[in-house]
């Protein structure tokens, strides 16, 4: 008897192979080398399975990005907390940038806004519940009302605080540590000697401003 997807997959688990398989080949060729039929074929089902289950592209690349921001989130929620915001905000920061050089090819993706679907309702939890702990380290350090996800308001500390770490971690997935150490690993050694540094200048210790609401 032929085996049939239904066969070898129970409830749940076909989407869930789709989606393992599609992180596993970004992970190794980066999103410019993902396709569906790559997918397919990694989780050993047929061509139009992931457009079956996903609705094309999109919605699979989302659901692998849903699935990279709640790891990106458990990594930064399990760091230690002080006292000292800015030293609690240079530590999610430090994190953050850890994260994206060790997975370059998966924090890519979660950039890409014209790969994934930003209005999805998952989606939107799952980079918001990320970012939580960072959010909150930044209104700490800047005497700001944290994040809230039920309310769409621009902040600016937070812009300035996202593009700050934002941009480190495309500068070094950009190679630039290579410039500066001739390491068998420039990028580690990077956020091993210099970021530090880096943070500390950008948010240097001072009395936490509490924010009063009118």
Known sequence: M???ERDSYHHGDLRAALIEASESIIREEGVKGFTLRKAA???GVSPGAPS??????KGL???????????????LAIL????????????????????ATRNPG???LICR????????????????NALMNYGNAAAAYFGEDPPDRAAR?????????FATVHGLAHMILEGRPALLFDTPNPAETFIETTLPSILLATWPDRPCQVRHSA
Do not use: N
């Not at 849903?66 to 790891?71: H, K, L, M």
């Not at 030293?87 to 850890?98: C, F, N, P, S, W």
């Not at 999805?120 to 980079?127: C, L, Q, V």
């Not at 308001?153 to 605080?161: D, G, M, T, V, W």
């Open 52 to 57: 079956h289950h996903f609705k094309g592209t």
């Open 113 to 128: 806004v014209d790969l994934i679907d930003c209005h999805d309702r998952d989606f939107r939890e799952a980079s918001f």
């Open 153 to 161: 308001i621009f902040r600016p500390y937070l812009a300035s605080a």
């Open 61 to 75: 690349l989302t659901a692998v990005a849903i699935r990279v921001f709640e790891r990106l989130g458990a990594e």
């Open 80 to 99: 230690p907390v002080s006292d000292v915001p800015a030293r609690d905000l240079r530590m999610q920061a430090e994190g953050y940038v850890t994260f």
């Open 41 to 43: 074929k990694r989780a």
């Open 2 to 4: 032929v085996s049939t």
């Open 106 to 108: 998966l924090f890519r």
